[in-house]
């Protein structure tokens, strides 16, 4: 099979027998051999109905419903299990992302041999108040992680089956996946200007809590990419800084003391003097670091894959 196209839904009634109808115009031009994977995301207004009656029309349709509304991030984890095409293609049910774009997205991921490509909403149809925030995301992200694209969180993008097969996302991680493919080892990743529609039908599912939620996932994403397999690298090297700055304020408190009196001058106790209780929390500090390093080297040694390696060829 040519792609597999899984959309995340939810609350989507309106607008699924519409972008349905789209993507089996686009396929047949194009003459793709294609699977839809639509994950419902525990709607309550009569997707999942829906579905099961568009079921008859739509054969390449392969549907999957949660009990509950879990988030975007669990829909697209479990609709990467499913999908069985090469190339896997990601889209939004709001009708705001364009099927026009999958014919081109597979033939760069065809051509061009790439790991992944991420839409870039260069002209986006939408308020002020996710705009500006998107942007902040984004470039916060392109610093970190030193990926060269504009536009994260898009919801079209387009994966080698090997990236979907072996990345996992969970929790806020659906706006990192470039992220989370390049600590897997997938660093072939491009970027094509898509189209954004105006939403035709219902209302954004996203609220304000979804920032805060993201920059936590970021932190979340690097820490664990970088130090889960040498935790002690991170909380070590702070332990011992920090306890080695409150060792030396400590020292030189008590050896200003100790000249002050050889010289017969007048001097102030070690315990009187704020800097000394500085001192003393960085030693406290230092040492529960080094502390918690030793402890998370111990259950990451202990972990069951903690020598599962991403292999991508063998001769």
Not at 16 to 23: F, G, S
Not at 240 to 246: A, I, M
Not at 273 to 286: C, E, T
Request: glycine share 6%.
């Amino acid at each position: 099979m040519d792609i597999s196209i899984i959309v995340p839904l939810y609350n989507e009634v309106e607008s699924l027998p519409e972008l349905l109808a789209w993507i089996r115009r686009v396929a047949q031009e194009h003459r793709l051999s294609y699977e839809v994977v639509m994950v419902d995301d525990g709607s309550t207004d009569g997707s999942w109905e829906l579905l099961e009656t568009l079921k008859a029309s739509y054969p390449e349709i392969y549907a999957i419903k949660f009990r509950r509304n879990y988030g975007k991030s669990a829909a697209l984890n479990v609709g990467f299990a499913a999908s069985s095409g090469d190339v896997v293609i990601t889209m939004d049910a709001d009708l705001q992302d364009s099927p026009d774009e999958i014919p081109e997205l597979y033939r760069r991921i065809k051509e061009e041999k790439l790991d992944l490509i991420s839409g870039y909403k260069q002209k986006r149809h939408d308020p002020l108040s996710k705009t500006l925030p998107t942007k902040l995301f984004n470039a916060v992200t392109r610093k970190m992680s030193h990926i060269p694209l504009h536009d994260f969180n898009c919801g079209l993008k387009a994966y080698r089956k090997e990236v979907v097969k072996t990345i996992e996302v969970y929790g806020e991680m659906h706006r990192y996946i470039p992220v989370l493919a390049k600590w897997a080892g997938f660093t072939k990743i491009g970027e094509q200007v898509v189209k954004h529609y105006p939403r035709k039908y219902g209302h954004t599912k996203f609220g304000f809590s979804r920032f805060v939620n993201g920059f936590l996932d970021l932190l979340s994403i690097f820490f664990v990419g970088k130090f889960s397999k040498r935790p002690m690298h991170f909380f070590g090297t702070m332990g011992v800084l920090s306890f080695f700055t409150g060792f030396v304020l400590t020292i030189w408190l008590i050896a200003d003391k100790l000249v002050s009196i050889a010289k017969g001058t007048h001097y102030r106790n070690v315990t009187d003097q704020p800097l000394f209780y500085i001192a003393l929390v960085a030693i406290i500090v230092g040492t529960q670091l080094f502390l918690t390093g030793f402890i998370a080297e111990l259950v990451s040694r202990s972990a069951h894959d903690k020598n599962n390696y991403q292999i991508e060829k063998v001769i």
